[in-house]
């Protein structure tokens, strides 16, 4: 089983469309959880870091459910600039220090 | 990200050569990463640095190898023992606060001619 497991895609939406992402992870150890963006041929940015409590940033809304060891992202009201890969990212604690476990992505699409 | 510098960006390289892949960051972090993404694939772990004169091997360390004589350099070295190399090469830095964000440099494309 992968560590960190996201939605196959690709997704292909309407303009003005709620999209969401979901993302699960093997490790119960791991203790932060981030959603990056990339684009094509481009280095990943972060979009947003998951809190416990869900946390929100415009469009934007991300949901952390450590009992389940899932993870969400919601876009409201997507636009054309939104089409991108996301990436669900999840930090580990090891002996020798943090670690990054990334997910495969998720590739959205948004058509005018 | 503008503190964090790979070079080249776009590397080809002949079968059975070494390459030396550079990552240079001056945003004072002590943590540095180097990932491979193969197409339409997520991010995979080649090594991993947490301070000056340490590093670790991530997930796929076989073919490479890495140094970390100063904070602010983690040259990654693809050696002909990596059989398949064409990648996107990825270097990061990690937030020493808090936040713990990764922040990631441009990226090297490296071809096999």
Redo the contacts between chains.
């Keep these: 089983r992968k560590e960190?497991e996201q939605d196959p895609g690709p997704f292909n939406v309407p303009e003005g469309a709620t999209v969401a992402f979901n993302c699960t992870y093997s490790n119960s150890a791991s203790q932060?959880f981030?959603w990056y963006r990339q684009d094509c041929?481009?280095?990943?940015?972060?979009l947003m870091?998951v809190y416990s409590s869900g946390n929100e940033d415009g469009r934007f809304t991300a949901q952390l459910n450590r009992a389940s060891q899932y993870i969400s992202l919601l876009i409201r009201d997507s636009k054309l600039s939104d089409s991108a890969t996301y990436?669900c990212?999840v930090?580990e604690v090891n002996n020798?220090?943090?670690?990054?476990?990334?997910?495969?992505?998720t590739r959205l699409s948004v058509l005018p | 990200?503008g503190g964090i510098t790979q070079s080249p960006k776009y590397l080809f390289r002949k079968e059975g050569q070494n390459v030396t892949l550079s990552c240079e960051q001056n945003l004072n972090h002590d943590?540095m990463?180097w990932?491979r993404q193969d197409p339409g694939?997520?991010?995979?772990?080649i090594y991993?640095s947490?301070i000056v004169n340490d590093f670790?091997k991530?997930d796929i360390a076989e073919g490479y190898s890495v140094s970390r004589e100063k904070k602010e350099s983690f040259p990654l070295t693809v050696t002909s023992a990596q059989k398949n190399p064409t990648a996107?090469y990825?270097c990061?830095t990690?937030d020493s606060g808090g936040?713990?964000?990764?922040?990631?440099?441009?990226?090297t494309r490296l071809s096999i001619l």
Excluded: C, I, M, W
């Design positions: 960190v932060s981030f041929r481009k280095e990943p940015k972060l870091s990436l990212v930090n020798y220090g943090q670690n990054f476990v990334f997910g495969p992505g | 990200d943590a990463y990932y694939q997520g991010l995979r772990l991993y947490q670790q991530g996107f990825l990061a990690r936040t713990l964000n990764q922040h990631f440099g441009d990226g």
